[in-house]
T-cell receptor, first 114, second 110 residues
């Protein structure tokens, strides 16, 4: 499978715990995006990387969220001290750096905070 | 004002009819426009992208872009029950961040 992969697919955690998600992009894609999606809403931008550099981060993103892409390949998204409001689908997408490069999404990680 | 606006629907069409989905955007300098299909519980799937004014056809799908009026639409011809999904419009104003609409729910009635 040469598409975007995400792990885990589902995560249930208790409020206050830390969680980490992983995303493996399409191999030749150098841009990687993280989104959050809640029911009835479109994907909400969180952050994106070009190679290993984090180029943009949403102003709405809490300091409890951090993302890395250490070698320009896979990326991790960590949420510290989870809150019930963090329950959502976390989506990863990748693209090439070309004008308007289309993004391809992974299957997502569904987080439930109890 | 939201960057991307879509009518949330639901939109219902009979099988075989044309489904028309619309989207407006606020950033006049936007250059790239995308339509994604999302089935319930699944992630978005890219179905069309368009960069230039006019129409772009791919099979049963046609994307239409009018930059002067700041709208982009998606037509689905010969709609099938398998087309029942939420359709997300996405706009890329600057080549970096994408903005998504809330999606239009489409139901194709057999």
């Amino acid at each position: 499978d040469t598409g975007v992969s995400q792990d885990p697919r589902h995560k249930i955690t208790k409020r206050g715990q830390n969680v980490t998600f992983r995303c493996d992009p399409i191999s030749e894609h150098n841009r990687l995006y993280w989104y959050r999606q809640t029911l009835g809403q479109g994907p909400e931008f969180l952050t994106y990387f070009q190679n290993e550099a984090q180029l943009e981060k949403s102003r709405l993103l809490s300091d409890r969220f951090s993302a890395e892409r250490p070698k320009g390949s896979f990326s991790t998204l960590e949420i510290q001290r989870t809150e019930q409001g963090d329950s959502a689908m976390y989506l990863c997408a990748s693209s090439l750096v070309v004008a308007g490069g289309e993004q391809y999404f992974g299957p997502g990680t569904r987080l439930t905070v109890t | 004002q939201k960057e991307v606006e879509q009518n949330s629907g639901p939109l219902s069409v009979p099988e075989g009819a044309i489904a028309s989905l619309n989207c407006t955007y606020s950033d006049r300098g936007s250059q790239s426009f995308f339509w994604y299909r999302q089935y319930s519980g699944k992630s978005p799937e890219l179905i069309m992208f368009i960069y230039s004014n006019g129409d772009k056809e791919d099979g049963r799908f046609t994307a239409q872009l009018n930059k002067a009026s700041q709208y982009v639409s998606l037509l689905i011809r010969d709609s099938q029950p398998s087309d029942s999904a939420t359709y997300l419009c996405a706009v890329n104003p600057s080549g970096n961040q994408f903005y998504f609409g809330t999606g239009t729910s489409l139901t194709v009635i057999p």
